[in-house]
């Protein structure tokens, strides 16, 4: 290494006696020079990533070494120290360094990025990039059900026919009485003890017509008491236009009587009921009005109209006609023995 010789401040004739002292002088000159220059190794000549060398750039080493404050350092040695406690890896001496490098050690040491890495947390917002597009969503509530299963329908297999209505009993059957209603054309009669068809044709002689008729049936029979007498009849026929019964009275307060039946009770109104009828003989033509066989009032007439209440018997005799009736009967009441007959055109109400 080059080096300068001191000037001393003495002569050449002095330079014996001061051999000594320069020679020191010069020994120590070159010692320290030495000891600047090449002591240890410069920044200079540490590699990056080597041992007490600093680290690179992302805070990592060669080998197993770790990064401690910029520098690496080999921390699987016993008894090692990081910078950051003061000191030096172990087994190791602090070298010497010039001014000028401990400058730059102090300035890699305290560097903003150093500190700015080991100290700081990045708070920039990272730009995510183009979003995926989501997908869209339901409403609530709008979730589809998919397509809905076909209604199961059972095979119920061919219907059972409707039971036909009881026709009932069929003419020729032994009987006592009649049955059915000519308004639904059942109606049957009782002639002789078997049943025939019903004649409804004299139905039509009403003002509600077939419609609301059960029957048009002959009546004899003794006034007072009651009692029925079929042998005073002698014909009964009716049509669509008439009905007539012929009579051979044989004594006083006999009658002979077109009875009516009704299917269900009539609202009757006496001031309304008329009738159309004319007689042969002797008699009185009155008027009937009958809830059943055991409730009905007499009335007389005049002129095909209702003049006065004559009696009443059952539930309507202390209270009077009740105001509805299904049977109406127009018939004449004999005033002595003798033949008779009755035929009517029309009843209204």
Partial sequence: MPFSFLRLGASASNWPALGCVGVIAV???????????????????CERGDEGCECFGNDTCLDDLSCRSGLCVDTSKKGSKSDDDGGSPSGSKPSTTTDEDATDDATDDTSTDDTTDDTTTDDTPTDPGPSEPSEPSEPAGTTDPGPAEPAVTTDPGPSEPAPEPDPGPAPGTACTEGTGSCSDGSGLDCQDGTLVARECSGCSLLSCGIACCNSVWPLTAESYPYERRDDLLTSFTTSANEATVSVAFTALEEFAAIGFTVATPQVIDLASFAFNASTTGTVKVE???????????????????????????????????????????????????????????????
């Fill in 287 to 349: 008027v009937s009005l009958e809830l059943d066989g055991e409730t009905g009032c007499i009335f007389s007439t005049s002129g095909g109209q209702l003049v006065k209440e004559i009696g009443c018997w059952g539930a309507w005799e202390d209270t009077g006609y009740g105001g509805s009736a299904e049977r109406v009967l127009i018939r004449i009441l004999s005033e002595r023995a003798q033949t008779a007959s009755l035929t009517v055109g029309g009843v209204t109400w």
């Fill in 27 to 45: 020994t120590l000159a070159t010692g320290c020079l030495s000891t600047a220059g090449g002591g240890g190794a410069g920044k200079d000549d």
